[in-house]
């Protein structure tokens, strides 16, 4: 899979989704720089109604608003939202703000996350990557179900390719995933030790949960007329490696291999516009294969683990979640 990556990102032809979003509201969280800013600019050609930017420093969400608009000379509404991934009661709230106040909701690209090099805690007692990449985003990503199934009651019956989308931003890195944890009783437990396992691990791990979550998401009956997928943007020249600490030669390097933002976004933006199967894997533009591990029996039980352990935290949080669930 590895040496398939690589051949495929040096010489992979992107689709360019063509597409005319007049009257669609689209969300992407981390949107004020890196992948989430380029796909904001796809979308933005292409006329929605509404686009929100989710980020958590309001004030660079409204430097890329004005960017935004004068890369596409886009005349339609562009919001700014605050969103925190690292409190949940930030997650909670926006979610609340958006079956609130949007009358539809089109497509949710939940791309926000970090990558570190060291052990980093939130202010809620969870490992950073832990919360960010994956408890926050399964839990912003259950909580707009409502939303988006309301909307895919507007769409004509045939219309599979215009139903809304809910797409998480994953990684090609979770093949290479250790995750040592797996065997464990309690396994986001086990994970959130200091020095249980290699920090970086947790990273490209924390991307395999969000496969888990879109493909527990999406067989939920609140899903019904929802594609929910995970999309792998490809190596790119982003902002995610900004807290690695990496000397500026290899940050040469990568950038010299790496895709510029505006492309890897281009697989976000044929995984929100696309009709997909349920939970579908996507990387390079086109339908993939996930983890052969994944699909064993060994790989769905730690599917239904990982998901049950995140309910327990999700339901103390935001109790509207068992409902959405059980629905």
Request: proline share 4%.
């Amino acid at each position: 899979m590895a040496i398939s990556t690589i051949f495929h990102h040096f010489f992979a032809r992107l689709p360019e989704t063509p597409a005319n979003l007049t009257g669609r509201v689209f969300i992407v969280t981390g949107s004020n720089t890196g992948i989430g800013f380029a796909l904001a600019v796809h979308l933005a050609r292409r006329n929605p109604a509404r686009l929100i930017l989710a980020v958590r420093d309001v004030t660079k969400g409204e430097t890329a608003k004005k960017e935004i608009i004068a890369q596409t000379g886009f005349t339609g509404s562009v919001e700014v939202w605050e969103l925190d991934m690292a409190r949940f009661e930030s997650v909670k709230q926006f979610a609340e703000r958006a079956n609130q106040s949007l009358e539809r909701l089109d497509g949710a690209v939940l791309n926000a996350g970090i990558s570190l090099w060291k052990w980093t805690m939130t202010a809620e007692g969870w490992e950073s990557m832990l919360q960010i990449n994956a408890l926050s985003t399964g839990l912003l990503g259950v909580l707009l179900l409502p939303l988006l199934q309301r909307t895919s009651n507007l769409a004509a019956p045939d219309a599979f390719a215009m139903a809304p989308h809910l797409t998480l931003t994953g990684s090609a890195g979770m093949f290479l995933a250790k995750f040592t944890d797996r065997s464990k009783p309690k396994i986001l437990e086990a994970m959130n030790v200091e020095g249980g396992s290699d920090v970086m691990d947790r990273y490209i791990t924390s991307k395999l949960f969000d496969l888990f979550i879109a493909r527990k998401i999406a067989a939920l009956n609140q899903a019904k007329g929802v594609v929910v997928n995970v999309v792998d943007p490809g190596l790119c020249a982003s902002d995610l490696a900004r807290d690695l600490g990496l000397s500026a030669f290899i940050i040469a390097i990568l950038r010299a291999i790496a895709w510029t933002c505006s492309k890897g976004a281009l697989n976000l933006l044929y995984g929100v516009l696309n009709g997909t199967p349920p939970g579908a894997y996507i990387m390079f533009g086109k339908l993939c294969q996930p983890p052969d591990w994944t699909l064993t029996d060994t790989g769905l039980r730690v599917e239904e683990q990982i998901w049950n352990e995140m309910m327990d935290v999700w339901r103390e949080i935001s109790p509207e979640v068992v409902d959405i669930v059980a629905a």
